[in-house]
Every structure is written in C-alpha cells, then in structure tokens.
C-alpha cells in the first residue's frame, strides 16, 4: 500500500468517526420538546460546541471526497512522489487540527479557514502531480 492511500485510510476512519462528537453531545444536552430522532436537530438549542462538532464532521466530509478521488487517481495512474505523500500526510494532519480547533472552538477566525484552505491546497498539489505524470 502507498503512503498516499494510508493516508486516505486514516481520513476514512477520521471521517467515519467525527460524527461521535456530536451525537455526544446532542444526547448529553437533551432539549425539552426536542425528538431525540428528529432531523435535523435545532442546533441553536444546544450549546455551541455541538453545532461546531456538526460543522466540522461536514467539512471533512465536503473535503474528504475529492481528496479521496485525487488520491485513488494517483495510486491508479501509479503517481507516488514525494510531494504527494508529503500533501498526503499533511491532509490528514490539517483535518485534525480543523476538526480539534472547531469543535473546541479555539481555531476561530482566521485559523479555522486558513486550515480549510490549506487541506485544499494539499488536494491540488496531488492533482498537479497526477496531471504532470
């Protein structure tokens, strides 16, 4: 396996685990009035911290996607170099930042977009790469 596609693998499990945040505490936070199955929740009712965990399981989602896309792309056309496992890695590392930052609430403005955007740049160093190749 390449480095590039454990990488991937580790932001599938970062992906399919961010949700935990929230459903924690969605639950520990009951709202009166509020169907424990209702979809979506009123964030407003619910401490900051929840709405931020939501937020942040979405943004990795909106980016885990292309990010995975690139990555398969290189792993088919057999694109490995060292930029791409240094993109790679650095995805990943940004999301968890982003995603502890968010949910803790202590990468406000202008952390918390320069993060974003830097996980995009790192998708479009590896889609650089494949289109080079």
Known sequence: MTPELT?????AILAASL????????????????????RPHDLT????WVHR???AHLNLVEQALPFAIVVLIAHQAGVSTTLTIWAAGLF???RIAHAV???????????RPLLFTAGWIAILVIAVEV???
């Open 45 to 48: 009712a619910y401490p900051a």
């Open 19 to 38: 949700w935990i945040p929230y459903i924690v505490g969605v639950n520990r936070h009951a709202v009166e009035g509020q169907d424990a199955f209702l």
């Open 53 to 55: 965990a939501h937020r």
């Open 131 to 133: 289109l080079r190749a």
């Open 7 to 11: 990488w991937l693998t580790l932001t």
């Open 92 to 94: 990943f590392w940004l």
């Open 101 to 111: 930052g968010m949910i803790s609430g202590a990468a406000g403005f202008p952390a």
